[in-house]
């Protein structure tokens, strides 16, 4: 479904990303993760088209990310990063329901998506029309996640998204994430450096060092069949974390 073909990327004389190639299947959970620096963010953002490659192309269900697309492109993606990524002058009802505004959805339909995004997502209904500020970490990010899931999009991209958080919150919300991800089926990519983390989301690890991929596989591939030392040198660095 997701498609990167010989990307890479540079930023002034650091390489962000070789030449990557990479096939992300639908409706599964895919974990791009690795040391800081290796390249997971830059990976994410030129899935969504917030930069561009400077060789090859990335293409979601056949059509290529291109700057002409986007906003048809970001219509069926949702992202959510690490602080929510929220704006902080509108309150989580207009955070949530902007792009459908703009968009000329009907006020029943907002509502009732809003609803349904309520539940799913076990955010308090009475806090709709508070600011971003008045609420705590967690409930921050159940509003990005309800505005990542408002147009309900194919993909799902999320950068970090619990790293902020308290360990009690992190666990409720991994919960919460998980059980949504079974739920709704959608292609869900997410950056992690939490190699436990990584375990409990994803059905596919994508392990990346340096601006390339090392190997991709369940966790029990990494661990069995490691491609090369590095793999097994960055599991036992987290295995204390782990049930395996
Ligand atoms: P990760 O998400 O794995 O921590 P990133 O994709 O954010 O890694 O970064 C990969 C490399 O690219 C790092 O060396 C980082 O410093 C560099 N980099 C990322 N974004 C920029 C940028 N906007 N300008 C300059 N260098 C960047």
């Known amino acids: 479904m997701i498609k990167l073909k010989e990307v890479s990327k540079s930023y002034g004389p650091t390489v962000a990303l070789h030449t990557v190639d ?9 974990v791009l993760i690795g040391p800081s620096g290796c390249g997971k963010s830059t990976l994410l953002r030129l899935i969504i088209g917030l930069i ?5 192309c990335a293409a979601i269900n056949g059509i290529t990310v ?21 704006f902080p002058h509108l309150t989580v009802r207009r955070n949530v329901t902007l792009m459908a505004l703009y968009l000329g959805w009907e006020k029943q339909r907002i509502q009732n998506r809003l ?18 500020l008045e609420l705590s970490g967690g409930q921050r990010q159940r509003v990005s ?4 899931l408002m147009l309900d999009p194919d993909v799902l991209l999320f950068d970090e998204p619990l790293a902020a958080l308290d360990p009690m919150i992190r666990s409720e919300l991994q919960e ?17 450096h939490d190699l436990s983390e990584a375990g409990y989301f ?19 591939e990494l661990v069995r069949t490691p491609a090369e030392p590095f793999v097994t040198r960055f599991i036992n660095a987290q295995r204390s974390f782990l049930e395996i």
């Open 22 to 30: 990479l096939s992300i299947h639908g409706e599964r959970t895919t």
């Open 52 to 56: 561009q490659p400077d060789t090859g």
């Open 66 to 86: 291109s700057p002409g697309i986007l906003l048809q492109l970001r219509q069926r993606m949702g992202y959510v990063i690490q602080e929510g990524g929220l």
């Open 115 to 132: 609803n349904e995004l309520i539940e799913l997502t076990r955010f308090p209904g009475d806090r709709l029309d508070c600011y971003p």
């Open 145 to 148: 996640l309800m505005r990542a």
């Open 176 to 192: 919460d994430l998980k059980r949504i991800f079974k739920t709704l089926k959608k292609t869900v990519v997410l950056v992690t």
């Open 202 to 220: 994803g059905d596919r690890i994508v392990l990346l060092k340096e601006g390339r991929i090392v190997q991709a596989g369940t966790l029990a």
